[in-house]
């Protein structure tokens, strides 16, 4: 079954996802017991010099429902509706999650890209409004949905696309060392032939919504039940697995890899800063949850 309607759960119910060829790229790979040391680096409210304001819920620890997170976009999409029709300002939104285990469909997304009965569904299946084919979002993988006003920005959705690719290419270098590429005519982040991050949008009004999601410790079987964005014969990494690639298999095994999370979210939110010349201001799941239904 394709869910299409909305969902409600203890998150509340309230305002969005994610998309690649072989092309075979050198990667060097920060050592873990460096990725380590940045264990307890907390995030800060970056600031540039004439920059815009935008507010971010980092809910990066949370596995939040599809449904809630949709929710959440859809309604605050139309705020920001409102806020230009009102001629008033309309800063930008970032909300950084995980998701508990979901399939989620493009607009015009093919069932043939789904090796699994859609009546008998391993995990719920979304379809929604943005562009792109089938994936799969979980736990250990950080979904990241910027709510952004073009005007304030740039109002061209290739120029948008490319700049989502360079905040995850930004990140996997900074953080990890791991060197990262765009796959010319395709949508996404790619390591050698493995893709680490999906991106899929929806614009309205030039208001741009769904996003980005970037395998950190991701379990990455539930992508073979499906063709991955709709690419054959391609595979899917994560930064976790990469790590374990450049080393040995007892450090490997003494590495705390939850670390990850809290260390790729952090950074994840610092090159979008940087990226958008975004001022962030950091705000409380509370305040979003508070938010009308509908406006």
Sequence with gaps: MIIQATTTSNFGSFPICPTTRHQSQSRKIIPLNLVSSQKGQEFTSVTHKGDKMCECFDLHKELVPYGDAWNWQ??????????????EECPDTLIVLQHQPVYTMGTGSSIEYLKFDIKNAPFEVYRTERGGEVT???PG??????????????????WYLRELEEVVIRVLSSTFSIK?????????????DQKLAAIGIKVSQWIAYHGLALNVTTDL???NLIVPCGIRNRKVGSIKGLLEESCSNAKAHHFDYSQLIDITSQSLIREFSEVFQLKIQQRSLEFLVKKPESL
């Design 141 to 158: 993988q950080l979904t990241m949905y910027p709510i952004i006003n073009l005007r304030n920005h740039k109002m061209d959705l290739h």
């Design 136 to 138: 799969y979002h979980g």
């Design 221 to 223: 079987a539930p992508f």
């Design 180 to 192: 990262a590429s765009r796959i010319e005519g395709l949508t996404g982040v790619w390591v050698g």
């Design 74 to 87: 859809k309604v605050i999409v139309r705020e920001k509706s409102g806020l230009i029709e009102r001629n």
